[in-house]
C-alpha cells in the first residue's frame, strides 16, 4: 500500500476533539458537514468520509480495517472515549498540531483543552485565533468598536500562530477590495450595538473585520487563514469561491501578510492558481482529504496542477472526533503517497522530487509560513 | 471487464423514444446537446457519447463493438427501427423507468406512448409530470392563474411519481429563496394573457411555479426534480449551477419535498455538496454517464466524494433513441462497476461495502425515494 | 512510454521566444504565471510546470531527464541560449505554428521574429494578430475611432490567420450580447483621447473591439481566439469562465465567425460544452498540458468529456522560453497517448479511433479550422 515516508507532520489547521462519550447518532453526526438529521435510510457513515473512518480507525481500536459502523461504535464504548481517544490521536502521529480555538464544543460537549489535547495527542500545540470570535465579545461603543477589535485581536493574536477568518460562512467571499469607510463601520456597529450584540453578520463590519486582521498579523508577522469551499449548511457553496477574494488579494498584498487559503474544494483549482499567481498566497488540502475518501489521491493531485509545491499544506480539519485526525493524517499519507508513486511510475518526477514534495507538503511549508 | 453485478436497475429520470425510421441526420442529431446542424467536418459521433454508442449498441443488433458510425446505421435500417428499438431497450435490461412526459417528439418525430414504451422495454413505467408544460397549457385569467397552475398541477400529478421543473432552461437557477408576492403573480399572468400564452420565461411566473410544485409536492408526497447542469444551448451553463439554489433550498427545508438535482454537471460536485448538507436533497447521475464516455468512471468518482451513498440516483435520461436506454445502463454498470473494483484494489472498501454502494444507487435509493 | 505516433503537430496558439541569455531567476520567471517574485524558500521549478521542464528539457541538451534545475541551467549556459534554443524547438518538432504578435519582449528581452523562429523551430509560421494591440496604436479622434480601429485590424488581420482577444485580461468575459451603442462608443473613445491613448481597459471600448474583431473576421473569413480561464495576476479567474461568454456567443452566430477558446481551465468542461452546443465554438488545450505536468492526461480527459473529437485544438501557448514549445508538445504527446492508451485498454475505443481522435486534435482540426 502507498505511504508517505516523512519524518513529520505540521497539521496547520485543525479543531479540538471531545473525549467524553458521546450517544452512536451524535458521534456519526460529526462525520457529515450537516447539521441536520440525516435523510431517511440513510446514515454518515454511508458516505466516502464514512468508509475512510471505518478504513483507518478500526485497526487503531484492534478491530479489522473495514468493521462495520455498528462493531465499531460496540468497540470504541468497550475501551471508553478516553482510551479510544487517546489511541486514535496516537495513531495518527503528528508532530505539531495548529488549532483553532474558535469553536470550543461538539456534539453538545466540551472540546478538550488545548493542554489536554497536546497531551493526549503526543504533539506540540499552538494556538489560531478565530478573528469573528474574538470580534463578537467586543462590547464598545460603537464610535469605539473599530478600534477595540483591533486590540482585541492584537491581544488574543499574541502568542498565537496565526489568525483566521470564518467570512465565507457569515457573508460569502465577495468583499469589495479595498477598506470600508471609518463611518460605514461605526454606522452599523451602532446598529449591531442597538440589536444586542449578537452573531456579526453585517458585510461592513465582516470587512472591516478582515482588514483588522490584516493589519494586526502584519504588525505579529502572522499568516492570516480564510475559510473557502465548502463547510456546513449555513454557507452557500458558490459564494465561497476563493476567486471571489481577488479584489482583497491584490489590496492586501502590499502588508505582506500570508493568506492560507483552506479547503477550497471543490474550487480548489481556483485555490491553487491564486497561491501561483500571488506570493502572499498559500493553499491547503484541509478536510477535503478525509471527505473525499478513496477519491483523495485524485483530488490533491488537481491541488498540485497550479499550486506552487512550496504553497501547499497539509491539515486535517479534525473537529470534535479523535477518529478525524487520525483519518485526516493517513488519507493524507496513503493519498499523497499514492499519487508520488503513480508519477514516479509515469517517470513525471525522480524518486527525490518526490520525497521533496512531500516532506514540503507534510510539514516543511507549515514550519516555514508559521516560523515553528 | 468490470461490471456491476446489480439484480436490478431503476431508470429515475428519462423520457421515451422514437420506433420509427430516422435518417441518418436526424439520428447523428440526438447524439448531441446542440439542436445546430454539426460545424463543418465534424459529426456527433465523433465525442464521447459516440464512442459510447459505438461500444454498446453495435452488439445488441449483431456486430462487433466499436464498428464504423456507417456500417451500423446500415444494420439498424436493415433490421427496422421497431426491431432494433426492441433490442436496444431489451439490452439495457431496466427495471422500472421513470418518464419525463414534458417532451412528446424528438427528430421531429413522436415518441411512444408509455404503454408501448413499457412494452418494448419490458418494464415497469411511471410518469414523471413536467411542471412548466402543465402551466402552458394554462388559460385562466391573470387573477385565477396563480390558483389554477396549482390545481392543474395537483391534477396532473396525481398518479404520477414526481413533478419536475425545467426552471434552468427558461431562466436559470438565481431565483430569490422566498416566494413571489402574489400581487407580482397576478401582474406577470396578465402580461403573458396579452401576449398570449405562449412559453412560459417570466421569471416571477417561474418562481411562484416552483413554489407551487413545492405545494403541490408536499401535499401528495412526491418529490420534485430539477434540471442543473449542462443541456441544449438554451441554457446558460454558469444559470444551471445547483449552487444557486442554495436559498430556495434553505425556504424549502420545512415543507419536507425532497429535491433531486439532475445531471449537475460540470457542477455535479457542488450537487454532492448539497445532499450532503440538505436532507431534503438528492442528486443524480443522469445523462453524464453516458455523454462522457470513456470518463464515466472519473465523473462517477467526483459525484461520490461527497453525495452521501444513499442520495445518489441512477439514471440515463435517455431521449429519442432507444441506444441512450442502453448506453446509459451499459455505462453506469461498466462506470460504477470500474470504480468500485479501483476502490476495492486500493484498500478503500470491502467488497460489501462496495456492493451495498452499487445496489443502493442502482436501484434502491430511488425505491425509497418514489415509494416504488 | 505512451507516445502519440502522429505525422505532424500544428501549434495553433503559441509566441515567439528570447533567444538571448537570461539570468536563471528571470528565465525561472518564465515558468509561472505569476508577475512577481516568488515567495520566501519557493522557486517557480518547484511546480508541476517544472517537472515537465526537468522531465523533458534536459535530455534535448544532453543532460538526463529530471536534471536539478541548477545543473540545467549551467548546460544551457554551457551551449549558450541561442544554441540550446535551436535544439529546444528543434526536438519539439513542430509542424507549424500560429503566433500570437502582440507580446513583443519577455523577461525585459526582445522575442525573435517571425522569420527567425521559423528558422530556428524548423516549423512554417503563421501570424494571428492581437486585437487590443492594434486598437492602442489606433489614435483616431473621437468620433472617428470606431471606424477606424476596423480599418487598422483589417488591415493587420490582411494575411493572418486569425484575431486573438485578450478581453478576458482587460475586463473579464461578462461583456452584454449585443453590440454597444455606437454614441457610447464615440463617448468613451473621447473619454480614452483625453486621459492619453494608453492602454485600453474601458468596457464600452473593449465590448466594441469585440464586435470589430467579429466584422473584420467574418469579412477575411477567419478565427476569432479568445483568451478564457488562468493566465497571469491580471485577470480575475471567475470573470474568465467562458461560459461569461454564452449570450455573445449566440450573438455572434449568425456571423459564422469561428470562436476559438484559448485554454480555459479550471473552466474547461465549460469550455468543452459550449463546443458541443455551439457550431461556431472550439476549444483548445492551451499552456494546461504544460502548466498541469504529471495531470497532463486527466485534465485532457476532462476536455474530451464533452468536446467534439473535432474541435478540441493543441497548442503549447509558448511564451519567451523555447521550452515550452518543447514541453507542450511532449506533454501533449506522453499526455494524449497516454489517455488513448488507457481508453483502448479499457475497451472504450478501437484502435482506430484512437488514431483518428490523435490526429484531429494534432493537426486536422486545426488545418480545417484555420483553411492552413
Known amino acids: 500500500m502507498p505511504w508517505l515516508d516523512v519524518p513529520a507532520l505540521v497539521d496547520h489547521h485543525c479543531h479540538s476533539v ?16 450537516s447539521d441536520r438529521p440525516p435523510a431517511p ?26 468493521a462495520p459502523a455498528a462493531d465499531y461504535l460496540a ?38 483543552p488545548l493542554t489536554e489535547l497536546a497531551e493526549a495527542a503526543g504533539a506540540v500545540v499552538r494556538e489560531v485565533v478565530r478573528l469573528e470570535t474574538v470580534a463578537e465579545a467586543v462590547t464598545a461603543t460603537a464610535g469605539d468598536w473599530p478600534y ?16 483566521k477568518s470564518v467570512l465565507a460562512y457569515r457573508h460569502g467571499l465577495a468583499v469589495p477590495a479595498e477598506r470600508p469607510a471609518l463611518s460605514a463601520v461605526v454606522a452599523a456597529a451602532g446598529a449591531r450595538q442597538r440589536a444586542g450584540h449578537g452573531r456579526l453578520t453585517d458585510p461592513v463590519l465582516l470587512h472591516h473585520l478582515l482588514w483588522t486582521a490584516v493589519d494586526v498579523c502584519a504588525g505579529l508577522g502572522l499568516p492570516l487563514q480564510l475559510h473557502t469551499g465548502f463547510g456546513d449548511p449555513d454557507l452557500t457553496l458558490h459564494l465561497a469561491d476563493p476567486s471571489l477574494l481577488s479584489g482583497f488579494v491584490r489590496a492586501a498584498e502590499p502588508s505582506g501578510v500570508p493568506l492560507v487559503l483552506l479547503h477550497g474544494y471543490p474550487y480548489h483549482r481556483q485555490a491553487a492558481w ?13 478536510l477535503t482529504a ?37 483519518v485526516g493524517a493517513a488519507q493524507f499519507r496513503h493519498g499523497l503517497g499514492g499519487l508520488l508513486a503513480d508519477w514516479q511510475a509515469d517517470g513525471a518526477c525522480s524518486a527525490a522530487d518526490a520525497q521533496r514534495l512531500a516532506r514540503w507538503v507534510a510539514a516543511e511549508n507549515a514550519r516555514r509560513l508559521y516560523a515553528l
Chains 1, 2, 3 share one sequence.
Open 274 to 286: 491564486l497561491a501561483q499567481a500571488f506570493p502572499t498566497v498559500y493553499t491547503d488540502l484541509g
Open 290 to 326: 478525509a471527505y473525499t475518501g478513496p477519491r483523495v489521491s485524485a483530488v490533491l493531485g488537481e491541488m498540485l496542477e497550479l499550486a506552487p509545491f512550496g504553497k501547499l499544506l497539509f491539515s486535517t480539519d479534525a473537529y470534535g472526533l479523535p477518529e478525524l485526525y487520525l
Open 148 to 163: 477595540a477589535v483591533g486590540e482585541a485581536l492584537a491581544e488574543a493574536a499574541t502568542g498565537a500562530v496565526a489568525v
Open 75 to 112: 468497540r470504541r464504548r468497550e475501551l471508553g472515549a478516553a482510551e479510544a481517544t487517546r489511541r486514535l490521536l496516537a495513531a495518527a502521529a503528528l508532530d505539531t498540531c495548529l488549532v483553532d480555538t474558535g469553536l470550543t464544543a461538539a456534539g453538545g460537549r466540551p472540546l478538550l
Open 18 to 33: 471531545v473525549a467524553a462519550e458521546l450517544a452512536d447518532d451524535v458521534l456519526a453526526g460529526l462525520l457529515t458537514e
Open 41 to 66: 435510510g440513510t446514515s454518515p457513515f454511508d458516505s466516502a468520509l464514512g468508509l475512510a473512518v471505518r478504513r483507518w480507525c478500526p485497526p487503531a481500536l484492534g478491530l479489522p480495517a473495514h
